[in-house]
């Protein structure tokens, strides 16, 4: 991707001093370069004079608008990373050293080991249907073991984030966040913010039907997965920062593979077809595709491409829930 506005500069100079502070003043940097996937947080790989390498992310700097749910979420990742390596075994970097002083930059960071392999959103479309299936039972697997983990209370899950006991109040308290950082910077939606926070609130009934405070990764993408482009094994799984406590269906492949069945049986749980389920999946994608419409007034992106497929999409989901 490239050049953003939410992105922190990082000097080989400030690197340096950073490396001494996490791995001590015997260890010193060899490498540095910038990894220029995704708009919002800086990342920039390190190389040690031992060869090792690991990945620093830096938090946007704090005069940059950022949506109200992006608060705090490197926090957020820190935590959901270390969650998860102690809870399932995802294979997850480890979270090596974090800092939120802000003595060497004006944001909080983190470092992490580098995980290896081949991003999946590279070499997807080079692999056949069954070493795609392949590669999807195992997220699909991998998926499962972070639904399972529980949490007494529902919500985003960067420290500051009020908690809820129901899901519901949760969910509603998401869409009105989002509605009202569109209204700040003037975004025109394909319906009034009052009939938007309609829509979520007659569905309360289904959402109620959710008990359960579950881990949802949120951002489970193909871009946020490496795999050994031989053997294609998975070898990392990254991008934690949107996690939240909620209900498992709001994960993107029960929207986009609820239809797959080899990828449901590797899920190993039955995902509800329940008329309640339906309309939670169609809530959900309300809430995605008006984050990714609001967001471009926030990020700046270059051109209109993910704004007219958000729109594309939030009109047809928006026609269903109608």
């Known amino acids: 991707m ?7 500069p990082v000097t080989l100079e400030t690197a340096a001093a950073i490396v001494g502070d996490a791995f001590g003043d015997d260890v010193s940097l ?3 370069e910038e990894l220029t996937e995704g708009w919002f947080n800086a990342a920039h790989l390190l190389t040690l004079d031992d060869d090792q390498r690991y990945v ?3 938090a946007p700097p704090p005069g940059v608008a950022v949506l109200t749910y992006e608060r705090d979420i490197m926090a957020t990742e820190v935590a959901a990373l270390r969650l998860v390596r102690h809870h399932t075994s995802v294979p997850v970097p480890e979270v090596v050293w ?6 060497r930059l004006p944001s909080s960071l983190f470092v992490m080991e580098h995980c290896p392999g081949t991003l999946l959103s590279s070499i997807r479309p080079t692999l056949d249907t069954d070493r795609q299936r ?3 039972a195992q997220l699909a697997r991998y998926l499962r073991e972070m639904n399972a983990i529980a949490s007494a209370t529902f919500g985003l899950q960067a420290p500051q984030a009020p908690a809820f006991t129901r899901w519901s109040d949760a969910f509603v308290h998401l869409v009105d966040d989002v509605l009202t950082d569109g209204s700040v910077m003037g975004v025109e939606l394909p319906a009034s913010d009052a009939e938007l926070r309609s829509l979520v609130r007659g569905q309360l009934d289904a959402l109620d039907e959710v008990t359960e405070a579950r881990f949802v990764h949120w951002d489970l993408w193909d871009g946020n997965v490496f795999v050994d482009p031989t053997s294609l094994a998975v070898l990392g799984v990254i991008d934690f920062e949107r996690a939240l406590w909620g209900d498992p269906l709001m994960e993107v492949q029960f929207s986009t593979r609820i239809g797959d069945p080899a990828f449901l049986a590797a899920y190993g749980e039955p995902v509800s077809e329940a008329p309640g389920a339906v309309r939670r999946r169609l809530l959900y994608d309300l809430y995605l595709f008006l984050i990714m419409v609001i967001e471009t007034a926030y990020r700046h992106y270059p051109t209109d491409d993910l704004e ?3 729109r594309q999409r939030l009109a047809v989901t928006l026609e269903r829930l109608r």
């Open 30 to 32: 060899a490498g540095f």
């Open 308 to 310: 007219r497929f958000a």
């Open 98 to 103: 974090s800092d939120t002083s802000c003595r």
């Open 2 to 8: 490239g050049a953003s506005i939410s992105k922190t």
């Open 134 to 136: 392949f590669v999807d």
């Open 56 to 58: 620093l992310k830096v």
